[in-house]
């Protein structure tokens, strides 16, 4: 049975301030989404929310996978049900080995019921399985003896990223701006890598400004948040469209969302003069 | 203890008596006891160092609540709560000696023959100072410890119980490490070991030591020193493991003196203890001579670690380094003081000392005073510290990946140590630091 993600009306908060106002989204194991939106519009907003950032509150609405609801679960939990985040901005952890870290990782996430100080798994199959999807992502395997993103070019953070991805094999792969800061030769491997990862077991949630990365991971659905919602839901048709023409259109078409956009921008600019 | 005469609590001229009248021992190390026991009450009338002590919080200690060890034990080794996981009543699992003090009473020594027959001693310093006083005398708080430094010194110069003595021949180079353990079982007793390591030129020996509680709730105390004397060409690679339960109080002076071109590799692993102060010397006597620290500590719930390093360079061409890495969470305190010393004679110095903190906690407070003191003008000497705390979106990326809280915590601590983990070449202690932190973690309880 394909798994579903259900995203209900959500509500989140950032330091008491609204930023998503009422999200619904179903994605179905398998598919395709991106997801689109100027800056300021709710998109890593709804990243965080879902795997559990701390920061970010769930004040209405609810997350589920196939009926679990996640709202209240911590985000081992989220990741141990299947959901995975491509952090924007990966943090670095000195002194940590990428393989010592997706060892743990990955026999986690493998076993959701591992508690810790449980064996992990075998050295000798981990290190074949890291070895031959580092061959795959063409990444150097010196890279596993490498403490976690520690002196990692931004390229470099991006693909680790997405060799978690492929370590870990989530249902629900959520991209944040994995394009940001990479060339376009960059973007395009990412892009081919990724459509080799996926299949019928996993969906992506692609958040995105370009549809650079959507090349060989055609969206069956894209969404555009405007303001904290989501205004519009097309194909990939609508990705081209905001790709080549911005959010002009977006905006005349909803002109509710965008004058809360407005309103919402003035009040930050407003905040960071007073601080 | 229901077997032992009626003990003098304290450390009066009523209980030095008492204590004296119970020793066994040449008549030259009774009267250095009483030359120090002078020292010492003479230093009651004075304040500590404040330098050296003003962060340091005293107002809790009682030292009139405990009476001094070394009388009987009746407690076997093995009730410890050692974190190296052997007890030493075997030569086995790799170590080439064992010796166990219990309440300042030796309760276990063992050497590999093969060892003996090279003149090699390794055991109690009560029972060696009887045998092999010639040897031990010249070294014994004359070079690296001297009864005089302070209280601290003089209080233990009177009143130490026992100990444990390494000596290694000259060229004799020991392949496996020897073992120490220090306990404390009996409540309210004053451990006052003394560690004398002495290796001759060209010797090479690994000694690790580990202070341990047969209890975590009796009361303790530990007025101890070691002394660490390494000749030319010499290597030693010494380790202690300071694991006294949360309600022992410990004041050391630590020292080691390296020869020329001599090398000493000296590892302080800061786990237990109430409060603890370590007043940790490394004198790099010798041209070429060589001093490495490496200081991993953990201070959890209202721990006090306080470390007071000095690194002196007396001749030229020598080399020291030292680097303490201490995690605190809670409401611990780590108070870290470090001084480098070159001697106008020493050109050609290089020394190093570096602190690095890591704060997981709001209320924890780590204090970091690195020190430099120059006569020479041909040197290069570097000072270093940071404090930081757990950021709380490494956190989050560690359980995004699946990891629980605890073990995304771990992970972080882990890697913080990492640096000094590579540096400490002895698997096993590798393993038991690793262990000890997993501990402080509450991992596996």
């Known amino acids: ?77 989220r990741a141990r049900l299947g959901l995975f985040l491509a952090f924007q ?51 150097d395997t010196d890279f596993a003896r490498r403490y976690l993103n520690e002196g990692f070019s931004g390229g470099e953070k991006k693909r680790m990223e997405i060799l978690q991805l ?49 090349e060989f991971n055609k969206p069956q659905h894209t969404h555009v948040l405007l303001a904290g919602r989501i205004v519009e839901t097309g194909d990939a048709a609508l990705a081209r469209e905001l790709h080549d023409h911005g959010y002009a259109g977006v905006r005349s078409r909803h002109p509710d969302a965008a004058a809360e956009e407005k309103e919402a921008l003035e009040q930050n600019a407003l905040v960071g003069a007073n601080k | 203890m229901t077997t032992s005469a009626a003990t003098t609590t304290g450390f009066g001229a009523e209980a030095f008596q008492a204590f004296l009248a119970t020793r066994n021992e040449p008549g030259w190390v009774s009267d250095l006891r009483r030359a120090s026991f002078g020292l010492y009450q003479e230093s009651l009338g004075r304040p500590l160092n404040p330098e050296e002590w003003k962060r340091v919080d005293l107002r809790a200690f009682q030292a009139n609540r405990f009476s001094v060890g070394g009388r009987a034990t009746t407690t076997p080794a093995t009730r410890m709560g050692t974190l190296l996981g052997n007890h030493p009543t075997t030569c086995e699992a790799g170590f080439a000696g064992a010796v166990a003090h219990v309440d300042g009473v030796v ?113 303790g105390l530990h007025v101890g020193s070691v002394e660490l004397l390494v000749g030319k060409r010499a290597n030693l690679r010494y380790v202690q493991l300071q694991n006294w339960n949360q ?14 071109d001599g090398s000493l590799q000296w590892t302080v692993g800061g786990i237990g203890s109430r409060l603890a102060h370590i007043h940790q010397e490394v004198f790099l006597d010798g041209k070429g001579a060589r001093g490495e620290v490496n200081g991993v500590t953990f201070a959890t719930d209202r721990q006090t670690l306080s470390y007071y ?67 020479a003008d041909d040197v290069r000497c570097t000072h270093g510290a940071t404090a930081g705390r757990v950021d709380a979106d490494q956190i989050f990326y560690c359980m995004a990946r699946g990891m ?42």
């Not at chain 1, 009306?9 to 100027?38: C, F, T, Y």
């Not at chain 2, 070079?143 to 000596?167: C, E, I, N, Q």
């Not at chain 2, 001697?343 to 110095?349: L, R, S, V």
């Open chain 1, 1 to 77: 049975m394909s798994s579903v993600l259900k995203i209900e009306n959500l509500w989140v908060s950032v330091e008491g301030r609204a930023i998503l106002k009422g999200v619904s989204l179903d994605v179905k194991q398998g598919e395709i989404h991106a997801l689109m939106g100027p800056n300021g519009s709710g998109k890593s907003t709804l990243a965080y929310a879902l795997m559990g950032h701390p920061k970010y509150e769930i004040t209405d609405g609810r997350v589920e996978i196939d009926g679990v609801e996640l709202n209240e679960l911590e985000p081992d939990a």
């Open chain 1, 89 to 139: 901005y990966p943090v670095t952890i000195p002194g940590v080995k990428v393989a010592d870290f997706l060892r743990h990782a990955v026999t986690n996430v493998r076993n959701p019921n591992r508690k810790e100080g449980e064996d992990l798994m075998p050295m000798r199959d981990f290190r074949k399985e890291l070895k031959g999807r580092m061959e795959e992502l063409d990444m």
């Open chain 1, 166 to 214: 492929a370590m870990l094999r989530p249902k629900f792969a959520v991209l944040d701006e994995t394009d940001s800061g990479l060339d376009s030769d960059a973007v395009r491997f990412v892009s081919q890598s990724l459509a080799r990862l996926t299949g019928p077991d996993m969906a992506l949630i692609i958040i995105t400004h370009h549809d650079r990365l959507l």
């Open chain 2, 107 to 219: 309760v276990d020594s063992h050497l590999a023959a093969e060892l003996t027959a090279k003149g090699v001693l390794f055991g109690d310093l009560n029972e060696l100072l009887r045998t092999h006083g010639d040897i031990l005398k010249p070294h014994l708080m004359t070079r690296a410890v001297k009864p005089g430094v302070d209280r601290m010194s003089a209080w233990h110069a009177a009143f130490w119980t026992g100990g444990t003595v390494l000596y290694v021949p000259r060229n004799v180079v020991i392949d496996q490490p020897l073992y120490s353990l220090i306990g404390l079982a009996t409540p309210q007793t004053m451990d006052g070991s003394h560690t004398l390591v002495i290796l001759e030129e060209g010797a090479q020996a690994t000694l690790l030591e580990e202070t341990a509680s047969a209890t975590t709730t009796d009361a």
């Open chain 2, 247 to 260: 309600q022992t109080w410990h004041f050391a002076h630590q020292a080691g003196l390296v020869e020329q």
């Open chain 2, 309 to 375: 390093t000095q690194q002196t360079h007396r001749s030229p061409n020598t080399t020291s380094d030292l680097l303490y890495k201490d995690v605190l969470r809670d409401e611990a305190r780590v108070i870290w003081r470090g001084m480098i010393r070159v001697d106008q004679a020493a050109q050609k110095t290089d020394g190093y000392q570096r602190n690095d903190s890591l704060l997981l906690s709001p209320d924890c407070r780590a204090d970091s005073i690195p020190g430099l003191e120059i006569e």
């Open chain 2, 404 to 445: 629980s809280r605890y073990e995304a915590m771990h992970m972080i601590v882990e890697g913080f140590f990492h640096g000094i983990y590579d540096r400490i070449a002895v698997e096993a202690v590798r393993q038991t630091l690793s262990r000890a932190v997993e501990v402080k973690l509450g991992i596996g309880q």
